[in-house]
C-alpha cells in the first residue's frame, strides 16, 4: 500500500476557495518558515480512497471479537460520543471566565461525585491525561502525605510481581524504592513474604501499589489482610484501577482498605481506549489526601454554582495544564448516568460472567493458569504446548488473526510462561463467546496436526511477521523524500 506522499502530485488539491474579498497581510520574514512544508498534494477522491485503505486494514471492536486481557477493548455506546460532540462541551475554552462554563463545571463535579460514590473515595481529581499519569499522580499523593508529616524516612514502595509493568515505573519516577513480593499458588500476593518485606524496616513502608482483581484476574480474599498489613506499618494503600469493569458497583476500593486510586476513565467509562488516546486517568482519594490534589479543583459555590479552589498550599501543583481531557469526562458522565445505579453493577457482573463462560468453555483443551473462579479476565498457559510440539503463544496468536479474531494479550503477566490473557468484556454476546472459543479450538487443532504450519501464521494478513523487536526499537516513522 502506497503512502500518501508517494500518492502526492504537485498541483492537485481538493479544495475550490473564492476569490479573497478582503486585503491580504504579509507577515514579516522572522515569522515565515525558510521552506514551505513538505505536505501531500492530493484530490479528495485520493484520500477519501487513502484512509478507507487504512481503515480497512485495522482491526478494531467495530470489527469483531477484541479480547486482550488487562485492556478492557469494549464496545462503547454512541451516545456518549454524541454527547461530547455537543457544542456547548467541545466548543468552550479553558479560559473563558468561569461564570460563562458554569454547564462544564457541573460535569467534573458531578462525575466527581458519582465516582467517588462507586469507588469508597472522596474526592477526584481529572488532571491525569492517562493512566500511567494517574499512577504518578497517586503516588505523589502519598508522598505529599509522609513528607507534610515531617516521615521522610518512608522510602519503599511494594508492588506484587503480578503487577502492571507501569506500577513499579511509577514508584521509581516517584523517587522510591521497589519491594517485589512474590505471589502464592492460588495467585493472590504470597501474605508471608508480604509480612517479612513489611517487617524488615515497616518505618521505610510508604506505600502498596496494587489492583484487585488482579493482573491474572482473580479478586484477592486476603485483600482486607494486605491493607491492613501496610497501614499498621504506616505506609498507605494505592488502587490501580485498571481492572475496575470487574467489580464497579459491586465492591469498592475504598472499603477494601485502599487511600487512593486511579481510574482508567478510557477503560472503564466509556471512551474508546487505543489509537493513542484521548485517556484519562482520573485520580480519587480519602479525604485527608485531599489537600494534596492537583489545582485548581472544582468546588461548589458560597451562593450556588460552582467555583475554582485555587486555594491549596499543600496541593502537588498541577500535573497537567487546566482541567485534564474534558471531552472523556463528558462521556463518563454520560455512560453513568445511562446505566445508572442498577446498571453500572450489572455490566461488571456481565464481564465476570462472559469471563467464566468463556473459561469453562475453553478448560477441556487449554491449560489455565489458575483453576479456580476468575473475574473479568483469565489467562492461558501455552507452556506445554511449546515444550511439546513447538507452537509458542505468539504462534498461536498469529493464528488466530488468520481466523477473524484479534489476539489477547500475549506473554503477560510475566508469572505466567507462554500466557495468554483473555477478556471477554461486557458488551460480548453469547453468540459471539461461543465462536471465539471454536476458533481457539480449531487453531488448537491445527496447532497439534500441523506444528510446522503455525510458524507461518499468519498467512492471509496484509502484513505478515515483522520484525517486532526491531519495530519496537527502531520504529522508522519517517518518511524518506
Same mark, same amino acid.
Do not use: W
Given at each position: &500500500?502506497?503512502?500518501?506522499?508517494?500518492?502526492?502530485?504537485?498541483?492537485?488539491?481538493?479544495? #475550490?476557495?473564492?476569490?479573497?474579498?478582503?486585503? /491580504?497581510?504579509?507577515?514579516?520574514? $522572522?515569522?515565515?518558515?525558510?521552506?514551505?512544508?513538505?505536505?501531500?498534494?492530493?484530490? !479528495?477522491?485520493?484520500?477519501?480512497?487513502?484512509?478507507?485503505?487504512?481503515?480497512?486494514?485495522? *482491526?478494531? #471492536?467495530?470489527?469483531?471479537?477484541?479480547? =486482550?486481557?488487562?485492556?478492557?477493548?469494549?464496545?462503547?455506546?454512541?451516545?456518549?460520543?454524541?454527547?461530547?460532540?455537543? $457544542?456547548?462541551?467541545? @466548543?468552550?475554552?479553558?479560559?473563558?471566565?468561569?461564570?460563562?462554563?458554569?454547564?462544564?463545571? !457541573?460535569?467534573?463535579?458531578?462525575?466527581?461525585?458519582?465516582?467517588?460514590?462507586?469507588?469508597?473515595?472522596?474526592?477526584?481529581?481529572?488532571? %491525569?491525561?492517562?493512566?500511567?499519569?494517574?499512577?504518578?499522580?497517586?503516588?505523589?499523593?502519598?508522598?505529599?502525605?509522609?513528607?507534610?508529616?515531617?516521615?521522610?524516612?518512608?522510602?519503599?514502595?511494594?508492588? %506484587? +510481581?503480578?503487577?502492571?509493568?507501569?506500577?513499579?515505573?511509577?514508584?521509581?519516577?516517584?523517587?522510591?524504592?521497589?519491594?517485589?513480593?512474590?505471589?502464592?499458588?492460588?495467585?493472590?500476593?504470597?501474605?508471608?513474604?508480604?509480612?517479612?518485606?513489611?517487617?524488615?524496616?515497616?518505618? !521505610?513502608?510508604?506505600?502498596?501499589?496494587?489492583?484487585? %482483581?488482579?493482573?491474572?484476574?482473580?479478586?484477592?480474599?486476603?485483600?482486607?489482610?494486605?491493607?491492613?498489613?501496610?497501614?499498621?506499618?504506616?505506609? =498507605?494503600?494505592?488502587?490501580?484501577?485498571?481492572?475496575?469493569?470487574?467489580?464497579?458497583?459491586?465492591?469498592? %476500593?475504598?472499603?477494601?482498605?485502599?487511600?487512593?486510586?486511579?481510574?482508567?476513565?478510557?477503560?472503564?467509562?466509556? /471512551?474508546?481506549?487505543? @489509537?493513542?488516546?484521548?485517556? $484519562?486517568?482520573?485520580?480519587?482519594?480519602?479525604?485527608?489526601?485531599?489537600?494534596?490534589?492537583?489545582?485548581?479543583?472544582?468546588?461548589?459555590?458560597?451562593?450556588?454554582?460552582?467555583?475554582?479552589?485555587?486555594?491549596?498550599?499543600?496541593?502537588?501543583?498541577?500535573?497537567?495544564? *487546566?482541567?485534564?481531557?474534558?471531552? #472523556?469526562?463528558?462521556?463518563?458522565?454520560?455512560?453513568?448516568?445511562?446505566? @445508572?445505579?442498577?446498571?453500572?453493577?450489572?455490566?461488571?457482573?456481565?464481564?465476570?460472567?462472559?469471563?467464566?463462560?468463556?473459561?469453562?468453555?475453553?478448560? +477441556?483443551?487449554?491449560?489455565?493458569?489458575?483453576?479456580?473462579?476468575?473475574?473479568?479476565?483469565?489467562?492461558?498457559?501455552?507452556?506445554?504446548?511449546?515444550?511439546?510440539?513447538?507452537? $509458542?503463544?505468539?504462534?498461536?496468536?498469529?493464528?488466530?488473526?488468520?481466523?477473524?479474531?484479534?489476539?489477547?494479550?500475549?506473554?503477560?503477566?510475566?508469572?505466567?510462561?507462554?500466557?495468554? &490473557?483473555?477478556?471477554?468484556?461486557?458488551?460480548?454476546?453469547?453468540?459471539?463467546?461461543?465462536?471465539?472459543?471454536?476458533?481457539?479450538?480449531?487453531?488448537?487443532?491445527?496447532?497439534?496436526?500441523?506444528?510446522?504450519?503455525?510458524?507461518?501464521?499468519?498467512?492471509?494478513?496484509?502484513?505478515?511477521?515483522?520484525?517486532?523487536?526491531?519495530?519496537?526499537?527502531?520504529?522508522?516513522?519517517?518518511?524518506?523524500?
Amino acid at each position: &500500500m502506497k503512502l500518501v506522499f508517494e500518492l502526492s502530485h504537485p498541483g492537485r488539491s481538493c479544495s #475550490v476557495l473564492p476569490k479573497c474579498d478582503v486585503p /491580504t497581510v504579509k507577515l514579516q520574514s $522572522s515569522l515565515l518558515r525558510e521552506k514551505a512544508p513538505r505536505l501531500p498534494e492530493l484530490s !479528495e477522491n485520493d484520500i477519501s480512497r487513502h484512509y478507507t485503505r487504512l481503515a480497512n486494514r485495522a *482491526f478494531g #471492536v467495530n470489527c469483531g471479537f477484541y479480547p =486482550l486481557g488487562s485492556c478492557t477493548m469494549k464496545y462503547n455506546p454512541r451516545v456518549n460520543e454524541e454527547i461530547a460532540a455537543l $457544542s456547548a462541551f467541545n @466548543g468552550v475554552h479553558p479560559l473563558q471566565p468561569t461564570h460563562t462554563v458554569q454547564g462544564c463545571m !457541573e460535569v467534573l463535579r458531578t462525575t466527581e461525585k458519582l465516582l467517588a460514590e462507586i469507588t469508597g473515595m472522596d474526592n477526584v481529581t481529572f488532571q %491525569p491525561a492517562a493512566g500511567a499519569h494517574g499512577e504518578y499522580t497517586g503516588v505523589l499523593l502519598i508522598k505529599a502525605y509522609h513528607q507534610n508529616r515531617k516521615d521522610e524516612k518512608r522510602t519503599k514502595i511494594v508492588v %506484587p +510481581d503480578s503487577a502492571h509493568g507501569t506500577n513499579p515505573a511509577t514508584a521509581v519516577m516517584a523517587g522510591y524504592t521497589v519491594i517485589n513480593v512474590p505471589s502464592n499458588s492460588e495467585g493472590g500476593i504470597d501474605i508471608e513474604k508480604l509480612r517479612e518485606a513489611v517487617d524488615v524496616a515497616p518505618e !521505610e513502608i510508604a506505600g502498596l501499589m496494587l489492583t484487585n %482483581p488482579n493482573t491474572v484476574g482473580i479478586f484477592d480474599k486476603n485483600i482486607l489482610t494486605i491493607t491492613e498489613i501496610i497501614h499498621n506499618a504506616g505506609g =498507605l494503600c494505592y488502587y490501580d484501577g485498571a481492572n475496575l469493569n470487574a467489580i464497579m458497583g459491586n465492591i469498592r %476500593p475504598g472499603d477494601m482498605g485502599f487511600d487512593v486510586i486511579h481510574l482508567n476513565l478510557h477503560k472503564t467509562f466509556s /471512551t474508546p481506549h487505543g @489509537g493513542g488516546g484521548p485517556g $484519562s486517568g482520573a485520580v480519587g482519594c480519602k479525604k485527608f489526601l485531599a489537600q494534596f490534589l492537583p489545582k485548581p479543583h472544582v468546588i461548589d459555590g458560597a451562593n450556588g454554582g460552582y467555583d475554582f479552589n485555587r486555594d491549596m498550599p499543600l496541593s502537588i501543583g498541577k500535573v497537567k495544564d *487546566f482541567y485534564g481531557n474534558f471531552l #472523556v469526562v463528558v462521556r463518563t458522565l454520560s455512560y453513568i448516568l445511562t446505566l @445508572g445505579r442498577e446498571g453500572i453493577p450489572e455490566a461488571s457482573r456481565i464481564a465476570v460472567l462472559n469471563a467464566n463462560y468463556m473459561m469453562k468453555q475453553l478448560s +477441556d483443551v487449554f491449560e489455565m493458569a489458575y483453576d479456580t473462579i476468575c473475574m473479568h479476565e483469565f489467562v492461558i498457559t501455552l507452556e506445554k504446548m511449546h515444550k511439546d510440539i513447538n507452537v $509458542s503463544a505468539l504462534d498461536f496468536a498469529k493464528g488466530l488473526l488468520d481466523n477473524g479474531i484479534h489476539p489477547p494479550t500475549m506473554y503477560f503477566p510475566l508469572i505466567v510462561h507462554e500466557a495468554l &490473557m483473555i477478556e471477554p468484556t461486557e458488551t460480548e454476546g453469547k453468540d459471539t463467546l461461543d465462536e471465539a472459543v471454536s476458533v481457539f479450538k480449531k487453531v488448537y487443532d491445527l496447532s497439534v496436526a500441523t506444528p510446522e504450519n503455525m510458524h507461518n501464521m499468519p498467512l492471509k494478513a496484509a502484513i505478515r511477521r515483522p520484525d517486532e523487536v526491531k519495530a519496537a526499537r527502531e520504529p522508522n516513522i519517517r518518511y524518506t523524500f
